[in-house]
């Protein structure tokens, strides 16, 4: 029975809560994106971070089925101004002093963010301007918002005859869930599967409609997602595997491939991985036999139009017409069959949430819904894919960020609680299974994580539990290389941070105190790819890229927000807290789940730098502070500064 009714919502409410907050969030984005936006002119959207100017097109490649990769860097070849273009974002190229509101040079979708450089997939080379000055404005993804008020309009509607009609009254919360009586049994594809992954296994094959997957960090969520996805294709089941993001549903593609399951992509060919290109849709559709017939009709009506183009009466010429309209009926049939032909045959369908609603997915239903990332989904995005299916799997944590909400009121209005939570409150351990063994961290850097955040419970492998900088391959053991947890305080140190002019958060101070240490541990022969700086502030990340320069040695070192770094690791990271102020204010690092993301990013060794005074004003860090002193080592900052 559900333990906590009182958490639950009715499928109504729901729907009439998340219109309005679509519509909000839909505004703040557009409010931000240059064109239609609030913002006319152009220097200012660049300091918005929505437009970046002076670039120049340094490289021109074919690649992905015919697409062009245009790669860019600033033209003074500098790292790139501050911006928020993300993977995947869709942007408009245009001439640097186009006016506003002018025509683009070409649309495309943005493929690689470096530093210094960004990579745009476009449909085709633009025919002109790229040899001079140019800029790129990122355009508000109005496609996912408008998927989003679609599935709601389709949840008020027809869900209750839907294939999802069994699944909608679990969901919220009027019918607890149902498992099966005996737990079942199965015989592992991954022969090492820890007994906390196989029991959570076992518990995801006894469900009847809903399960929660919780897998804390570096646990194994994705291996075990793979393991469910083969023991349920096993089963006879058709399977739809999303998540929020193509990276988290490519790296599923991936590790499916080696098992040849019977699986196809879908999702434009520009946002895929090289690697799971052929197991794209548009690559499956072409191998077809639909697709060879689609083919010849095409020859057909290529001779067909040639003899048009030569016919003098008209008669003939009607006659031609008329072959033609039949012929491009049936190649549009053919094509159509094509593609269903590729889906029905899948086991297994994987899109993003918000590609579920492709017409191709049209009455094709499901057994099962996957969600991997699903405590970084919002809600209403699940749903795109959940009406498609009568059961589901959710993997993810609500214990480290949720999705990045633009608009503040709809975050306070609960856009951001993501299924995921409310699953986990209305029903708790009912529907829930916790990965328990990590794969990533040294034992004292997870210690804290799992003592705050998940119960003590989590156990570091083996392989991992006391791993040392200084084992890894060439590297020597040093006063850098020999901490696992290291505290650099800067209180006291004359280290102020300061605003800048987006009122974002920096600290020149702990900048440099962060690059003084990367440098130590790359003295000590760690590689700098092996490290990684993150600060919860976007202007502190410019500050340390600018600081970092062009210094060849720290090339391959990654400075990024904590936000942009969940989901990865490093065998050092080094976190820059930035606060430091006379009123002790902590702003966002008072969330326990961005500090959670923040530390566990680390495989070997953790360093953080900070100004004690201020940050212990906040309980939560100042227990985190007393971790890291009683099982760390702290330095002052003035020693970084006095070396
Ligand atoms: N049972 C296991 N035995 C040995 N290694 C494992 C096991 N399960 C997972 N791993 C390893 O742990 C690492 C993390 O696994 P995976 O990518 O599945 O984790 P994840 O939980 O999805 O990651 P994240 O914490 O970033 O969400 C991988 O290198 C994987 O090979």
Request: overall charge neutral; glycine content about 6%.
């Amino acid at each position: 029975m559900a333990k906590n009714r009182g958490t639950a919502m009715s499928l109504e409410s729901f729907v009439s809560t998340m219109a309005p907050l679509i519509d909000m969030e839909k505004e703040a984005e557009i409010s931000m994106s240059l064109t239609t936006g609030a913002s006319r002119n152009i220097e200012t959207a660049q300091k918005k971070g929505t437009t970046i100017l002076n670039l120049k097109c340094v490289d021109v490649q074919t690649g992905l089925m015919g697409k062009s990769l245009l790669e860019f860097q600033s033209n003074k070849g500098d790292v790139l101004p501050p911006h928020k273009f993300g993977n995947h974002d869709v942007v408009v190229l245009k001439l640097n002093k186009a006016d506003l509101g002018s025509s683009p040079l070409a649309q495309g979708v943005v493929y690689r963010l470096r530093d210094s450089s960004i990579t745009v997939v476009f449909d085709e080379v633009p025919e002109e301007g790229l040899n001079t000055s140019l800029r790129l404005e990122k355009l508000a993804n109005e496609v996912t918002y408008r998927r989003m008020k679609d599935t709601l309009v389709q949840m008020s509607k027809g869900v209750l005859r839907g294939p999802a009609s069994d699944l909608v009254p679990v969901l919220f919360g009027e019918r607890g869930p149902t498992v099966a009586k005996k737990e079942v049994e199965f015989t592992p594809f991954n022969k090492s599967l820890d007994q906390s992954q196989r029991d959570a296994i076992s518990k995801a094959l006894s469900s009847k409609d809903v399960f929660l997957l919780h897998g804390p960090p570096g646990t194994g969520k994705t291996t075990t997602v793979v393991e469910i996805i083969l023991q349920e294709v096993k089963r006879g089941s058709k399977i739809l595997a999303c998540a929020a993001s193509n990276i988290a549903v490519d790296n599923i593609v991936e590790r499916l491939v080696p098992h040849k399951v019977k699986l196809v992509r879908v999702g434009h060919p520009a946002r895929l991985l090289p690697q799971v290109l052929d197991s794209a849709l548009d690559a499956q559709v072409l191998k077809g036999d639909n697709s060879a017939l689609a083919n010849d009709i095409r020859k057909e009506m290529k001779a067909l139009n040639g003899k048009l183009l030569k016919a003098k009466d008209r008669n003939t010429r009607r006659g031609i017409q008329k072959d033609l309209r039949a012929l491009g009926k049936e190649e549009r049939k053919r094509q159509q069959l094509a593609v269903s032909d590729v889906i029905k045959n899948a086991d297994v369908i994987l899109t993003t949430l918000t590609g579920a609603l492709t017409r191709k997915l049209d009455n094709i239903t499901f057994d099962l819904v996957i969600i991997d990332e699903g405590a970084q989904a919002l809600e209403v995005a699940c749903w795109i894919a959940l009406l498609k299916g009568s059961r589901c799997i959710l993997a993810g944590d609500h214990l480290q960020l949720p999705p990045t909400i633009q608009s503040a009121e709809a975050e306070k209005k609960g856009l951001g609680i993501t299924l995921f939570e409310r699953l986990a409150d209305l029903y708790g351990d009912e529907i829930k299974s916790m990965l328990t063994v990590q794969y990533r961290m040294h034992e004292r850097i997870m210690n804290w994580s799992s003592e705050e955040l998940y119960d003590g419970k989590i156990t570091a492998h083996s392989s991992v539990a006391s791993h040392m900088v200084y084992d890894l391959e060439n590297v020597e053991k040093s006063s850098a290389t020999e901490a696992t947890l290291l505290l650099v305080d800067s209180a006291g140190c004359d280290m102020e941070e300061k605003k800048d002019e987006e009122e974002s958060t920096y600290n020149e101070g702990e900048a440099e105190v962060a690059m003084a240490h990367a440098k130590r541990l790359i003295k000590s022969g760690v590689r700098s790819c092996d490290i990684g700086i993150i600060t919860p502030y976007a202007a502190q990340v410019m500050v340390l890229r600018i600081l970092r320069g062009k210094e060849e040695k720290l090339k391959e070192m990654e400075i990024s927000t904590v936000d942009g770094f969940q989901g990865r690791e490093k065998e050092a990271i080094i976190i820059s807290m930035v606060r430091s102020n006379s009123k002790k204010e902590v702003g966002f690092l008072k969330d326990q789940r961005r500090m959670n993301v923040a530390v566990t990013r680390a495989r070997r060794q953790c360093c953080v730098v900070c100004d004690t005074e201020t940050v212990s004003s906040d309980a939560f860090l100042k227990r985190m502070i007393e971790y890291f002193e009683e099982h760390g080592e702290y330095l002052s900052a003035s020693d970084y500064t006095n070396w």
